[in-house]
């Protein structure tokens, strides 16, 4: 048997790296936390897509968080998203009537993610978004993007962060339109087609 002197650094050998997780399925996601909008709310929208990894592979076990403005452009400021009972502490869920901005989303089986909200208002110079928050395995940090709708093709050549985009890297933080009203975004997390994530300092 041989002994390591733990004693000296130059004589332990380095472990192998990796990522520790992803644990969100077990504490961060909460029941309804795709139903942003309250319920029947004549803006309502839902936005959906992928998320894939480097390779084009959907990842089962990301999660997407969305915050938003309401259709005024205003960011909301009520509790709710995640509440719970005084007496026991148990998760009571939203109440279907106020509006958070927030919502949380755990990709299924297959890598998909749906949010149902508000369609988002302007805020100042930029067209309205959806700013996104995106984990998943082999993230040590987590990642930032938006999400542009479609229908104000002015506001979208007028905003800040997207004039300073190639077209081809703009269109990654635009929703594709679909039938029925809903929105396509996926995410990719690297690649081919890769989306635009944001820095902030």
């Known amino acids: 048997m041989t002994k390591i002197d733990t004693d000296r650094p130059e004589s332990v050998l380095p472990t192998p790296s990796h990522t520790v997780g992803p644990f969100y399925g077990y504490a961060l996601p909460f029941p309804g936390g795709e139903d942003v909008a309250p319920l029947g709310h004549p803006d309502t929208v839902t936005v959906h897509g992928y998320v894939y990894d480097g390779e084009g592979r959907p990842l089962p076990d990301a999660l997407v968080e969305v915050w938003g403005p309401d259709p005024d452009g205003n960011v909301p400021t009520t509790d709710g998203s995640l509440r ?49 928050c995106v984990f998943a395995r082999g993230l040590l940090v987590h990642l930032f993007t938006r999400i542009y709708l479609p229908g104000d093709e002015a506001a979208l050549a007028a905003d800040p962060l997207l004039a300073r985009l190639e077209p081809a890297r703009r269109d990654t933080l635009i929703a594709a339109p679909e039938a029925g009203g809903a929105h396509r975004f996926d995410i990719r997390l690297q690649g081919e087609g890769e989306t635009v994530f944001l820095e902030f300092r």
């Open 84 to 132: 719970r009972d005084p007496a026991s502490g148990g998760f009571l869920g939203r109440n279907g009537v106020e509006f958070t901005g927030f919502g949380r989303i755990q990709t299924d089986a297959d890598g998909h993610w749906y949010v149902r909200t508000l369609r988002p208002g302007a805020r100042g110079r930029n067209a309205p978004y959806l700013s996104v």
